[in-house]
Every structure is written in structure tokens, then in C-alpha cells.
């Protein structure tokens, strides 16, 4: 039997409490698979006295997580800790630049620096692996990169971040406030320690921009991905939804049409008939579609403890193989500068609501708005009171750019007969 892999691992928190659980509960079973023992030689985190149900008495303790790369015990370090720089960064840097393998779920770092860290783990014939970092628990990075590499993938999108998911899925079942939703997020472990990540799609935005680049053979482009969360989804909008035939969901979708990058966040109204409407709570799913495989939906568990620190020990057991491989699925130097297509011609067909005065020629004022932007409404409905005394209108458009209907809601909004800000929302019409 060959020499145990000996893991250096930085952060106990979530995620880092469930790889102990996993290697400690399947320890003979992860051994068979990955042809050797897989042990921990030395741990990190903030406080070293918080109980945190683990003995760590049977590990060195580092005060510095910095200092576990340079370890003789170590032959790998698992970074459970977060943040796109600081301390995650600088040891990331310092593991790969050893030649040491690298395994992390920190999707924001890699957004950020993952190539400059992809590089550098080519140039020391290290492995950099970060299966955790998109759709926890699924193997999506390990499906895009290994399993579907022989297609041409023109498409990926998908329910990225469990907790806006969860906030919408409890909202909608349950009629909950979007404030105590996420509360249990927190608590559950889902949300990031600043949930604005999360709920402001951030979070979201980080991981398309990883499959994006896994998809497409494009360089990450994280700051090109357009984003809006869901803090301005109201229980009316779910409402209305629904009574369309849709549900709304957080959706990342990124398209290489012509050869140009197309990346968004956005909450969208999804068609019952679509699977990516059935997907609820903390799970996540990602659709691709390939020339020769056609479309791939993967779907499971996307944050918390156990599904989460599943995929981090898969890493470790490809690591104990001694998988290295390119870290995006081709080297940094082959990644193409994907130029940027302009999201204001992105077609489709979108949902507006606006809380209007409920008095003559508003209805006809909002139509002329449309009209002149040469946007045709395919259904409209006025509902109900909304808490500002206004009536909802809601109105689905046909198919239009992302442009013309911006410009007709810009002149709805400064409309006196409008009260607050009118919502718009894409519709997924594949
Ligand atoms: P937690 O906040 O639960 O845990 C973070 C851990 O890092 C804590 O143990 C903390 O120490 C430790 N830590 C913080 N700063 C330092 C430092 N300077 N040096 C050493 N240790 C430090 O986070 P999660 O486990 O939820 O997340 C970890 C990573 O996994 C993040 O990148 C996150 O984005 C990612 N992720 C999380 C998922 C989830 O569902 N939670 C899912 C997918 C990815 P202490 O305990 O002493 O405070
Ligand atoms: N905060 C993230 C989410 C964790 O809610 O999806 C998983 O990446």
C-alpha cells in the first residue's frame, strides 16, 4: 500500500467539520478508493478552543494557516476558509508554488485568481481542485471537464446558490417573509459569511463565471457577468407567477453565441414544464447542452455540511490517484479572451410588474410606453391592491431586446401614476 496522503486543512467551520465526518465515517471505503489512506496531519482556523465536536487533539494545531503549506507532513492543503483573497489567497499561492496539491470549495477565489492559481499550478506539476466551489455536492465541475469534454458546449445555466433557492422555495410554499427565510439559511449553513453574496447574486455570478470558462474554453471573466439578486422579489411577484404557469428562480446563464460571452444572474420566471422548476430548497442544478450529448442536467444538494465536504474529499481522493490535470480542462495559455456580447440585444421575453394608480389612462399610458418602444405585450393583468394602495399591473412581453423593454420601463417609472420601482424579470424560454 502506498504512503497516506496527509492533508493539511484550513478552516473548521461548515464545511471543513463535514470532510472530518466523511473521512472519519467511510475511512476504509475512501482508502480501497483512492489506493491509500487519506489522513490529517494538521488543521487551522480562527479559534483554536471553540468546541467544535472533533478532537483535534489528534492533530497539530497551527495558529498561521499560512504555515501549513510548508509542512513536511503535508502533502496536500484543503482551504476551508473563504474569502476571495487574504488569507485563502496567499495560501493557495504558497501551496501551489511548492508543488504541493491544492484542494479549496472558495469559489470566489478562484473567480478572482483562479487562473493566475491554475497557472501556477501547471508550471509546478501541482493539482488545484475545487469540485465544492459550483453546486456543492454535484459533480458538475468533474462532469463539464471530464465527462462532457469531447462536446462543443454553446450553453450553461442553472440554480447556482442554495440560499436564494431556499428563500424562494419557502416563500413561495410557505408565505414567509423573505427576512425570517433567511435566518434558517444562516443557520442551516448554507448562506456565506456575508449572505449579501448570496441573496445580491454575487455568490451565483462567481460560480457561473467558473463553468462559463469550463464550458467554453473562455479565460474567467467574473467581472462581465451581469448580476442582480433576489432582495427585490416581492411574495406578490411568486403570486403572479405562479398564475402565469411560471415559478421564479436565481438563474445563471452563460452562452457563447457567435463566439462572444454572454454571462447573467438574474431571478427568472421559469415554466413549469421546465426541470429547473422543480428544483427547490437548498438544491442546485446546471443544464448544458453539447453538440453530441445534448443536454446534461445535474441536480443535488448545493451547499451545507455533508454535500458540500463530499466533494472536497472527492478531490482528495483524485488527488491521492495522483489526478493532476489541467485545472479548467485545457492549460490557462489555451483559454481563449472570449470578446463580450452586449446584453442589451439579448432577446427574450421578460416579465414586468408595476404598482400603478388605479384611475383612467394609466393602462393605456403603460401600453404607449411599450408601443413606442416597439415592445408587444403577450398577456396583461391588473390585480389585486398592492401595501401602496396602487394596483399591480403585470404584463408579459413577446420576445424583445433587453434594451427596449429597459427603455419603456425607464419611461414607466417616471410616470407619476407609478408608484416605487417597476420589476422586470427575465423569462427562460429553453
Ligand atoms: P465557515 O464560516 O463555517 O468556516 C470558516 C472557517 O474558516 C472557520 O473554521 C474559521 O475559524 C476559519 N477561518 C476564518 N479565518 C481564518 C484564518 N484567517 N485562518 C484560519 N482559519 C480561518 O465557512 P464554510 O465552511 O461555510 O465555508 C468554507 C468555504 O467553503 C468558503 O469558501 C465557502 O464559500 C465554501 N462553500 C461553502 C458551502 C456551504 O454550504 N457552507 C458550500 C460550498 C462552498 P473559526 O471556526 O475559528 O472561526
Ligand atoms: N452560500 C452558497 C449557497 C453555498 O447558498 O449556495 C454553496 O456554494
Known sequence: MAAPLRIGLAGLGTVGGGVFKILDTNVELIERRAGRAITVSAVSARDRHRERGIDLGRFAWVDDAGALAARDDVDVVVELIGGADGPALALARSTLDRGKAFVTANKAMLAHHGLELAELAEQRSAALKYEAAVAGGIPVIKGLREGAAANQLDRVYGILNGTCNYILTRMENEGLSFDAVLGDAQRLGYAEADPSFDIDGIDAAHKLSILASLAFGSRIDFGAVATTGIRAVDSADIEHAAALGFRIKLVGLATAESDRLFQRVHPCLVPHAHPLAHVDGSLNAVVAEGNFVGRLFFSGRGAGEGPTASAVVADLIDVARGEIGPAFA???????????????????????????????GVLAELTAALRDAGVSIESLIQRGQSSDGGVFVVMVTHVSTQAQVQAALDRMAASANVVGTPMMMHILDF
Open 330 to 360: 485545457m492549460p490557462v495559455a489555451r483559454l481563449s479572451p472570449m470578446p463580450l456580447a452586449d446584453q442589451d440585444a439579448h432577446h427574450g421575453r421578460f416579465y414586468l410588474r408595476l404598482t400603478v394608480a388605479d384611475r383612467p
